[in-house]
């Protein structure tokens, strides 16, 4: 397994490529450069606290979490953000600072809380303020179909997965590193047929059970506050918490064209997706309708 570094750009001269292109750390952009100095958890909190949010539940340490994800459930953010800063300060007095993936993952299974939590919300929904402190880069014409808000503890990882959509991730507290494989490194790295996630695990590289991994190619980054790193359609990407907790905000835009069609890999999975929007049409017309038990949150 090879990995070389993404190429970092700056702000003023970046466009995403129209067929797609290749990953880049867009540094400069000033949105990006001053939500760091704001964001601290007490601001954080002082904007959102009481908002309730749904935080996902791991059991056991925060590895590739949308893989093993536990029960969950709502709690107010002032609740989840004291979890993040007095987990932060455990992990600090155990295992101190890793730089990279690979230790992080190792390190935080020393740590002792046999349960881990990450929050992932949608901006606007979070705080106004927030969101209006970090509006997305005007790198499209559309705006975007989603502005997440991601916090999470050392060593937390979402998994090798690629999205059909382009997105920007921009880091505003703590340090996030990025493996990322190309749409054409797929058998390598061992998609699961019929959707986008892998077996392989770039932090924990099982060689003898994922024998063609070794031939797999790509670019690593380790994404600092006020940096923004633009993933194109269909990049395979495993995104992991390297420093003790923290926070970035990833914007996904509708899919230009023809991105996605120059990527063959991803044929058979848009056109499966597609075909499921039409079947689900009545039923999507249905669901306006109030139905017993919603709101429930057991």
Known sequence: ????????????????????????????????????????ADYL??????????????????????????????????????WVVETAETIRGVVGEPWDAQEATR??????????????AR??????DL????????????????TNFWCGVLGTSCGLHSDVTPNCNTQVVGRKEFVLFPPSQSRFVYRVRGITHCRFDPNRPDFDRFPLARQATGLRCIL???????IPVGWFHQVTVVSA??????????????QGLVNR?????????????????????????????AGRRD
């Open 265 to 293: 890999s991803l044929w058979r999975l848009l056109l499966r997706r597609g075909c499921v929007r039409l079947r689900t049409v009545p039923q999507s017309l249905r669901s306006r309708l109030p139905l017993p038990g």
């Open 45 to 82: 909190k002082s904007v959102a606290g009481e908002r309730e949010v749904a935080v996902r539940e791991v059991a056991g340490p925060p590895i590739n979490v949308f893989q093993n994800l536990d029960e969950g459930g709502y709690i107010s953010f002032h609740r989840y953000m004291d």
């Open 107 to 120: 390190a935080i299974s020393r740590v002792q809380p046999d349960r881990f939590y990450y929050l992932d």
């Open 131 to 146: 969101e209006a402190s970090l509006p997305a880069p005007g790198w499209y014409r559309r705006a975007p179909v989603d």
């Open 224 to 230: 600092r506050p006020g940096e923004s790193l633009y």
């Open 1 to 40: 397994m090879k990995l070389a570094p993404v190429l970092r750009v700056p702000w003023a001269d970046f466009q995403p490529p129209r067929w797609g292109g290749e990953p880049r750390v867009v540094v400069g952009w000033p949105a990006a450069q001053a939500a760091p100095r704001l964001w601290s």
């Open 245 to 258: 907790w923290a926070v970035n905000v990833n914007f996904f835009w509708p899919r230009p064209f023809p």
């Open 123 to 128: 901006l606007k929904r979070l705080s106004k």
